[in-house]
């Protein structure tokens, strides 16, 4: 598809105070017939077609060329910026060089650049996936566990990953206040973030009741509709000024 028609959305990611301290990069493709399509239904098609390992590096670039723009503001210069990476992407020989051209080619900080995978995509092949995210650890980039908590996670693998943050799923924040086994799931994540050394981030987040829940559980950082939608990029700049230098 012809690059106008794909435009990238940010979500803040921020803690308890409201401040942004990240975002989340979120493709949204304009058609010129349909409008805006849901993401739902072009990135399942992508990931039939193929058309997802295209679709994902155009996002990666996409998201360090704004990390780029955002490292001559001082503002905006130590926000961190989470990129999903789909297991298709993943698989690829030449991820880890096609991550490194990027970083080079943009010139950006690689420990502001947070690559978000999910569970299942390093159950399929866990050695492989293993080696790739030590490769682009040691380039400085960042890893985030999203959906965690709904695959099948082994502890025994979760320990060998290079992991920074783990991201707990909606489906548990949403039913937090209602129902003690999503509080459990959520309370376990949330230790096992402490005892490995991880961030824990829950998204999703909604209600100022659902905020308060999760801090008192000791989650420290937040992403969903409560602190704000998905922004086209110059609102989310001015967002960022609004909340964080007011």
Not at 27 to 54: C, D, K
Not at 87 to 112: P, Y
Not at 206 to 215: A, G, I, P
Request: charged share 20%.
């Amino acid at each position: 598809k012809p690059d106008y028609e794909f435009v990238l959305f940010y979500q803040a990611q921020v803690n308890g105070d409201g401040q942004i301290l990240a975002a989340e990069a979120l493709i949204r493709w304009n058609h010129p017939q349909r409008g805006r399509v849901n993401p739902a239904e072009f990135i399942s098609l992508a990931e039939e077609t193929g058309m997802v390992i295209a679709l994902g590096a155009w996002v990666l670039r996409k998201g360090c060329e704004t990390l780029a723009a955002w490292a001559k503001q001082p503002e905006t210069a130590q926000l961190k910026l989470a990129v999903n990476v789909s297991s298709r992407q993943l698989a690829q020989e030449s991820f880890v060089e096609q991550v490194k051209e990027i970083l080079i080619q943009t010139g950006i900080n690689a420990q502001l650049l947070k690559l978000e995978i999910t569970e299942s995509m390093v159950v399929n092949n866990v050695d492989d996936a293993i080696a790739k995210m030590y490769a682009l650890k040691a380039l400085g980039v960042r890893f985030s566990m999203d959906d965690f908590g709904t695959g099948y996670s082994s502890l025994s693998y979760l320990q060998k990953l290079p992991l920074d943050q783990l991201k707990i799923d909606q489906s548990f924040v949403r039913n937090l206040s209602l129902d003690n086994h999503d509080l459990a799931i959520v309370k376990t994540i949330i230790n096992l973030g402490e005892n490995l050394a991880l961030n824990i981030i829950a998204e999703g987040v909604e209600t100022q009741k659902e905020c308060e829940y999760l801090s008192n559980l000791g989650c420290l950082v937040f992403q969903g509709y409560f602190f704000g939608r998905p922004l086209p990029l110059e609102e989310f700049e001015r967002s960022v000024f609004e909340k964080n230098y007011k």
